[in-house]
């Protein structure tokens, strides 16, 4: 799973790192939020009113599933069930609540956090995006400091300060891990 604070570049990096690694792909996750200028139903996430959400949550379809910044998310087990059965690896792009939740409940689960350069950075990059509201930039950035100040938490931190090196250094610790995952004793 790849965590990191929102504007931190874990969509990119990911999307560079499954153009050169097969056998991989993104859950697509269930949200409540508003669906941003581009974004398509199904595609980055599933899109849903929270009485649906809550719906699903006491339906128990839910690996895990937080709040972020005012609004849900959930990592759907149904999406997991399609990725595992073609026999590929699934990458969870998660908040932090989430990755605390994932491993308890799969502590085989691999963690990385991709971080920012700066806060600074990172404020500029949000506002530079230009689809979220005032408040809703306010909110990931204060998010993001709480995120930050739990990176120690995770696996790998990989910094983000250049795409194409951050997209090596993802890659390779994708490569590294898969191969111990399906060599491993445990199988
Ligand atoms: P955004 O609204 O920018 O797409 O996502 C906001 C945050 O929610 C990001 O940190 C993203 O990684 C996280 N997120 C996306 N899907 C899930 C999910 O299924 N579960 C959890 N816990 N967080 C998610």
Do not use: C, W
């Not at 400091?145 to 931190?157: G, L, P, Q, S």
């Amino acid at each position: 799973m790849v965590s990191g604070p929102s504007g931190a570049g874990k969509g990119t990096l990911i999307k560079g790192a499954l153009e050169r690694i097969g056998d991989l792909a993104v859950a697509v996750s269930a949200t409540t939020r508003a669906m941003r200028p581009g974004e398509v139903d199904g595609r980055e996430y599933h899109f849903m009113s929270r009485a649906e959400f809550a719906r699903l949550v006491e339906s128990g379809a839910f690996l895990e599933h937080a709040e972020f910044a005012g609004n849900r998310y959930g990592t759907l087990n149904t999406e997991l069930d399609r990725i595992m059965d073609s026999g590929r690896s699934v990458i969870l792009e998660i908040e932090l609540q989430g990755a605390r939740n994932v491993r308890v409940v799969r502590p085989e689960s691999v963690s990385v956090f991709i971080e920012p350069p700066s806060l600074e950075e990172l404020a500029r990059r949000l506002r530079a995006r230009a689809t979220d509201a005032d408040e809703e930039i306010e909110a990931r950035l204060e998010v993001a400091r709480t995120e930050v100040a739990a990176k120690a938490e995770f696996d790998h931190v990989i910094l983000n300060d250049e795409i194409g090196r951050a997209t090596d250094e993802l890659v390779s610790v994708i490569e590294s891990e898969v191969e111990v995952a399906s060599g491993g004793p445990q199988g």
